[in-house]
């Protein structure tokens, strides 16, 4: 049985989840969300409005004394989100309704590890001399890594990086609690948050495509975790049996075809020109350029295809730089996995937000620290 304690406890964080997901709210508006009485509204409202969690703020009244509203105090609990991504590195201060309120973003230094990490060192500095009371950093990676020792284990992208101990790198740096997350799954987290179309959703995929190909999963509403070592990979699935050899040192991964990197690799090879004139080729509908992507979006495709035979999702979300900024190749991408699937499918375009995944990182470890926020008190020395 629930003891008083429990009950409050698990009464306030029901009322608190509430007004995080919509503020402002009136105390009657609660009452109804909530299911919780009167007296339970009135008692929590005054207990978070002391402890500063949240605001009271009236109406812009018409006539009559106006219903005082409530909403979540948007300065307390900030939190850093960085998303180490070979495309860059996405620093954002976030807070606890995943409001982005301080943002950079820096170009890769180079692709050598100890360039990025110092790169890393010095923007967070500067950060926390604009935001000195951080209560945690959120680091969103690609490629293989460990949740539990908070190691990345090997990206494709940067050169000497294996075994990182990225987690004890910045507790140590700055002291502060730090998680590692796989960069899918916190922009999964970014999109349910932020994207209508996935509010109510109980099983989906995202999937990320810029230079590498990534995947996260929704699965009967909590998100799919394969252990300690996140091992989903889906770039790293075989589509063109002794294909071409993939960075990961397999031959004919989906990434080494369908990602950017893949795709101007391939143009080079074809063409003889620069890989990075790809882009501009394709605007400009150059055969090669357009022979090339289309080739990587019949195996994404198929991919697509398979995934929805085999989980049986409710939608598939593809988002990155390519779709983003790639014409056609969403669409094209769409066309081959309903040719495929012989039917049609819920495919999604998000709308491409660089940042996306680092605010995810924040929402996650907020999520799963919200009884330390509301109810520990020495994280807030006055
Ligand atoms: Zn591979």
């Known amino acids: 049985m629930q003891t008083n304690f429990e009950i409050k406890k698990s009464n306030t964080l029901r009322f608190f989840r509430t007004l995080r997901q919509q503020s402002p709210l009136s105390r009657k508006e609660l009452e109804r969300l909530t299911g919780l009485s009167w007296g339970s509204i009135s008692a929590i409202s005054s207990e978070l409005l002391q402890k500063n969690l949240i605001l009271a703020e009236k109406e812009s009244a018409t006539t009559g004394r106006p219903p005082e509203r409530l909403a979540v105090n948007p300065s307390v609990a900030l939190s850093l989100g960085i998303d180490i991504n070979s495309v860059g590195l996405s620093l954002n201060v976030v807070n606890i309704v995943g409001a982005s309120l301080h943002a950079v973003f820096v170009p890769l230094p180079s692709a050598q590890k100890e360039d990025l990490?110092?790169?890393?060192?010095?923007?967070?500095?500067?950060?926390?001399?604009?935001?000195?009371?951080?209560?945690?950093?959120?680091?969103?990676?690609?490629?293989?890594?460990?949740?539990?020792?908070?190691?990345?284990?090997?990206?494709?992208?940067?050169?000497?990086?294996?075994?990182?101990?990225?987690?004890?790198?910045?507790?140590?740096?700055?002291?502060?609690?730090?998680?590692?997350?796989?960069?899918?799954?916190?922009?999964?987290?970014?999109?349910?948050?932020?994207?209508?179309?996935?509010?109510?959703?109980r099983n989906c995929i995202v999937i990320r495509v810029d230079d590498g190909i990534g995947m996260a999963q929704l699965f009967n509403g909590q998100l799919y975790e394969t252990g300690e070592d996140t091992s989903c990979e889906l770039g790293h699935t075989i589509a063109v049996p002794n294909g071409i050899q993939c960075a990961c040192g397999k031959h004919g991964c989906l990434e080494a075809y369908s990602s950017l990197?893949?795709?101007?690799?391939?143009?080079?090879?074809?063409?003889?020109?620069?890989?990075?004139?790809?882009?501009?080729?394709?605007?400009?509908?150059?055969?090669?350029?357009?022979?090339?992507?289309?080739?990587?979006?019949?195996?994404?495709?198929?991919a697509v295809a398979n995934l929805f035979t085999l989980f049986d999702v409710d939608s598939i979300l593809i988002d990155g730089l390519v779709p983003a900024q790639l014409p056609r190749y969403y669409e094209r991408t769409q066309d081959?996995?309903?040719?495929?699937?012989?039917?049609?499918?819920?495919?999604?375009?998000?709308?491409?937000?660089?940042?996306?995944?680092?605010?995810?990182?924040?929402?996650?470890?907020?999520?799963?620290?919200?009884?330390?926020?509301?109810?520990?008190?020495?994280?807030?020395?006055v």
């Not at 190691?151 to 730090?178: A, C, G, M, Y």
């Not at 916190?186 to 996935?198: N, P, S, V, W």
Request: glycine share 4%.
């Open 261 to 302: 990197r893949g795709m101007k690799a391939a143009y080079a090879r074809k063409s003889g020109r620069d890989p990075e004139e790809f882009p501009i080729a394709l605007a400009a509908q150059d055969e090669i350029a357009n022979a090339v992507m289309d080739e990587a979006c019949r195996y994404l495709g198929i």
């Open 117 to 201: 990490l110092a790169t890393l060192k010095t923007e967070v500095h500067r950060i926390l001399e604009l935001f000195p009371a951080l209560i945690g950093i959120n680091l969103s990676m690609q490629g293989k890594l460990n949740r539990k020792t908070g190691e990345s284990i090997r990206t494709n992208f940067f050169t000497d990086w294996k075994n990182v101990p990225l987690v004890q790198f910045f507790e140590e740096e700055f002291h502060i609690p730090t998680v590692l997350y796989h960069d899918p799954e916190a922009l999964l987290t970014y999109h349910m948050h932020a994207d209508r179309r996935l509010r109510e959703a």
């Open 336 to 381: 081959y996995a309903r040719a495929y699937l012989n039917a049609d499918c819920n495919l999604l375009q998000s709308s491409y937000k660089r940042d996306a995944a680092a605010i995810g990182a924040c929402l996650l470890t907020t999520e799963k620290r919200l009884e330390e926020i509301i109810f520990d008190d020495s994280m807030y020395p």
